[in-house]
């Protein structure tokens, strides 16, 4: 909001000359200023009514006096009534009320410094150019006044005026102009905070966002890594068990019992994601390496005989690892040896799990058929391949390591993940 300059102004710089509001705020100091021009016209009419009639008694103009000095009262106490918007009506009333004041200067001089009041009164409601040009009538009505009272001719009765006049008129301008520089200030800042206070809900609206993201995909990889690979490997089993059913009724009991064991598995899981989302076999007790060890004998069990999973472990951990960092990596090593049951066609399998000084290192390991890895990330032989290895990839990118796959049609295949511990902070997977 931008103003022009000039003495009109004050009345959007927050108050009017009866010391209410007009802007969009009360000033305090443009109210006081309004209340001190109000005393001071009331205490120069009264001075100036009582120096005559001590000066003048018994004149036939003291009536004519008396009765525009009530006059003049009247009339300005009329000004708050009228409003402090500079229409019409409340110029017409300044018109009369400066037209009665030259009479009574014209009657008596010593009225004449009334006219100080007066200016404020023409500053405040006029047009800048007609402001100036009323304080200009008014300083030459009370130099000719100062004039008359005069018994010689006296430079400073020609010069006090119109100085006097200038530096009221100056100081008027100055403070509304401050008035309008500080309501600028005050506007901006309005501004700022909105613009402030909109940015912090729209970042809050984009955090929820994102966080929705991010819990949507660790939601999707903890269900892939645990209920998908079970009702996986159950569906597997119970087809097994449905084709040796008449042949071999032992085997395929077998069968529906480890199918029995891994939904009591998923089923412990699930009750797991409703209370924490913390991996079962860690909640289980015993840390990593327990759930580690857990993981690979229920691989070897589930496979009958058709895939052996070994589980090692090296070197010994300084601190317990955080719960975050066991959590994922016991997710990883869920995650690839699904993959190895499922595509690789290994008869064994090894998880590894390294303590390092500074990051611990997981290793799985299989001896099926391989694959090429490309550039671009791990690609199959047979172009087959889940959700599995992106799920991976994006648990060790969010603990801040490294996923290295080697793997060679034929050869089997070695996944490391590498954990750094002084960097686990979680990333955004978005």
């Known amino acids: ?217 660790r939601l999707s990889m903890e269900i892939h890594d645990t209920l998908a690979q079970g009702l996986s490997s159950q569906q597997m089993l119970l087809q097994a068990a449905d084709r040796t059913w008449s042949a071999d009724p032992d085997a395929a009991r077998r069968h529906v019992r480890t199918a029995t064991g891994i939904a009591e598995r998923n089923l412990a899981e699930a009750r797991r994601f409703v209370h924490d989302l913390a991996p079962a076999d860690l909640a289980e007790g015993g840390g990593l390496e327990a759930a580690l060890h857990a993981l690979a004998a229920r691989e070897s069990s589930q496979g009958a005989g058709a895939l052996t999973v070994h589980c090692h472990v090296e070197g010994t951990p300084h601190a317990p690892l955080p719960d975050r960092v066991q959590s994922a990596l016991l997710r990883i090593a869920q995650g690839a040896l699904a993959n190895v049951r499922e595509h690789a066609d290994a008869t064994a399998a090894g998880l590894t799990l390294t303590h390092l000084d500074d990051r611990v290192v997981l290793d799985i390991g299989d001896n099926g058929r391989g694959f090429t890895v490309e550039p671009g990330g791990p690609r199959p032989a047979d172009g087959v391949r889940g959700h599995g290895l992106p799920a991976i990839r994006a648990r060790v990118h969010q603990l801040g390591g490294t996923l290295t796959i080697e793997s060679t049609p034929g050869e089997g295949t070695v996944l490391s993940a590498e954990v750094p511990l002084a960097l686990t902070t979680p990333e955004d997977p978005a």
């Open 1 to 217: 909001m931008h103003h022009r300059s000039g003495p009109r102004d004050v009345v959007g710089s927050g108050a009017d000359g009866d010391g209410g509001p007009v802007g969009p705020g009360p000033d305090p100091d443009a109210r006081w200023l309004a209340l001190l021009m109000h005393a001071a016209f009331f205490l120069l009419l009264g001075a100036s009514l009582t120096r005559f009639l001590m000066r003048h008694p018994g004149e036939a103009r003291t009536p004519w006096i008396i009765a525009l000095s009530i006059t003049l009262a009247v009339l300005y106490l009329l000004g708050p009534v009228l409003g402090s918007r500079p229409t019409p009506r409340r110029i017409a009333w300044l018109g009369v009320l400066v037209l009665v004041w030259m009479v009574l200067v014209v009657l008596a001089p010593s009225f004449a410094w009334c006219a100080v009041p007066l200016f404020y009164t023409g500053l405040r409601i006029l047009p800048p150019r007609a402001a100036l040009a009323l304080v200009a009538l008014l300083t030459a009505f009370v130099v000719a006044a100062q004039l008359r009272l005069a018994t010689g001719f006296d430079p400073n009765l020609v010069l006090a005026p119109p100085a006097v006049a200038a530096v009221a008129t100056a100081v008027f301008v100055h403070m509304q102009r401050q008035a309008v520089r500080q309501r600028e200030l005050a506007t901006r800042q309005r501004e700022l905070i909105d613009d402030l206070l909109r940015t912090r809900r729209e970042l809050a609206a984009t955090e929820r966002r994102e966080g929705t993201l991010a819990e949507r995909q």
